[in-house]
């Protein structure tokens, strides 16, 4: 299992601090939430904020874009070349359009789907894209209750056998080292975790518990 930590649940005032430290304590991706206050009821941080998380980041950024316009965010943010850049199904009219103005810009764009969307809304755009998100709360704030998808995360994975087998499945929101043992064996090949990571007094003892 991969590990990308959320940087929502780090202490902001050492936010560079924060980044370094997961990056040596073992994490495979930096996972950043960016927030629009109108696709989430939430706002978090944009492009000259990420700029700095960037400069100190030993790990590749995971862009997680919870916006309502997917095309003027992908603008700001890739100059900070991050590997992916995922947008919510649920926001966008033009997937195809979206997936490769991303993939124009050097990189692996990636669909997000949130708890009660179902995986059949994505069948058609999945071979365009290097990985699948699956939200696992609704999006806009860390620290909240897992909602059990096992099943959609099962029936995307016997899609992107038939579709896309090197696309990568993300699940985001509420992973602890409890239930990232049944993520696994679903299929999934990279977790989210935010407060779980950040809550924890060791980041490499947290991190370390997810690699299953
Ligand atoms: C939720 C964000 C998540 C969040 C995860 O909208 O997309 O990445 O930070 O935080 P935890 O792991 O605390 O649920
Ligand atoms: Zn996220």
Redesign the pocket.
């Known amino acids: 299992m991969l590990v990308a930590p959320?940087i929502?649940?780090a202490d902001f005032g050492i936010l560079a601090k924060e980044v370094v430290d997961i990056c040596t304590a073992g994490a495979d991706l930096v996972?950043v939430?960016v927030m629009d206050g109108h696709f989430?009821p939430n706002m978090t941080i944009g492009p000259v904020v990420v700029k700095a998380v960037a400069d100190v980041a030993t790990k590749p950024l995971d862009v997680?874009l919870?916006v309502e316009d997917n095309s003027f965010f992908i603008d700001l943010f890739a100059p900070l070349k991050p590997k992916y850049i995922s947008f919510h199904y649920e926001s966008e009219r033009h997937h195809h359009r979206v997936a490769q103005k991303i993939r124009d810009h050097g990189i692996s764009p990636a669909i997000v789907i949130n708890p009660a969307t179902p995986v059949s809304c994505i069948a058609e755009i999945v071979r365009y894209v290097d990985m699948v998100l699956l939200m696992s709360?609704n999006?806009?704030?860390?620290?909240?209750k897992f909602i059990p998808i096992y099943d959609k995360i099962r029936e995307l994975r016997r899609l992107l056998d038939e579709r896309n087998p090197k696309c990568l499945i993300e699940v985001?929101?509420?992973?602890n080292d409890k239930n990232v043992h049944e993520l696994k064996e679903a299929g999934v090949d990279i977790v989210?975790?935010?407060?779980?990571v950040f809550g924890h007094k060791d980041y490499a003892e947290a991190i370390a518990s997810l690699k299953v």
């Not at 985001?172 to 992973?175: A, K, L, Q, R, Y």
């Open positions: 959320s929502l649940s996972h939430d989430v997680h919870m709360v999006p806009g704030f860390g620290g909240q985001d929101g509420g992973v989210v975790a935010g407060s779980y």
